[in-house]
């Protein structure tokens, strides 16, 4: 295959394009440097218009634990509403970014699949250091799991015993969770409103 033919479709132009559009895109790995930006993004757009709606449209396998709590947390902060839509995938911190957003407005498309699980993380070192890490890797899972039943009013521990193995879901079986609001059926659900720009914005690094 040719280097012609690895060129990547989803340019920084189009971020761009769709940032001005008050959306953001997560596709791929959630990693520290896409979960900053995502996480400026954010706050930029509040501050440009703390009274029009951000998108966060997604096709995450997962990734970062920090990062992912992070954006929930700058979500929670700024005056915006945020609706997401799991586009084709919504996995891991995929998923917990789906759920996080306000509620009423968290949408898939009707091929979409949700992944929920405790995830993974290696640990090493000496009994001390290993007894440090299981507490700390407790603590971060204790969070996360009680921020998803939270967000979805499942009890936690339903979400505990549902997040043991990795299980998936369908739109319908995520809208009968509560990880999502909607199936969408129209194109205008998720049709981006075009509102003037003011302010400053953070579009430097948009195609990363």
Not at 37 to 47: N, S, V
Not at 81 to 103: K, N, P
Request: glycine fraction near 10%; aromatic fraction near 6%.
């Amino acid at each position: 295959m040719g280097e012609e033919s690895k060129l990547p479709l989803f340019d920084a132009r189009v971020r761009r394009q769709l940032y001005e559009e008050r959306v953001l895109v997560l596709d791929g790995p959630l990693d520290d440097d896409n979960g900053t930006l995502i996480a400026t993004q954010l706050i930029a757009l509040a501050t440009q218009d703390a009274s029009a709606d951000i998108a966060l449209w997604i096709h995450s396998p997962g990734g970062s634990v920090p990062s992912m709590l992070a954006i929930r947390d700058i979500m929670r902060l700024i005056p915006c509403d945020v609706s997401t839509l799991a586009m084709g995938i919504a996995y891991s911190a995929g998923q917990f970014l789906l759920s996080s957003g306000t509620r009423g407005k968290r949408r898939a498309l009707p091929h979409a699949r949700v992944l929920m699980h405790q995830g993974s993380a290696g640990i090493g070192g000496t009994a001390v250091d290993i007894e440090l890490q299981a507490d700390d890797l407790r603590h971060t899972r204790d969070t996360v799991l009680g921020l998803i039943a939270e967000d979805t009013g499942q009890p936690v521990e339903r979400i505990f015993e549902d997040s043991l193995h990795d299980r998936w879901y369908t739109a319908q079986e995520a809208l009968d969770y509560g990880f999502i609001d909607a199936i969408v059926q129209s194109f205008d659900e998720i049709a981006p409103r075009s509102r003037p720009r003011s302010g400053f914005g953070v579009t430097e690094g948009v195609g990363k």
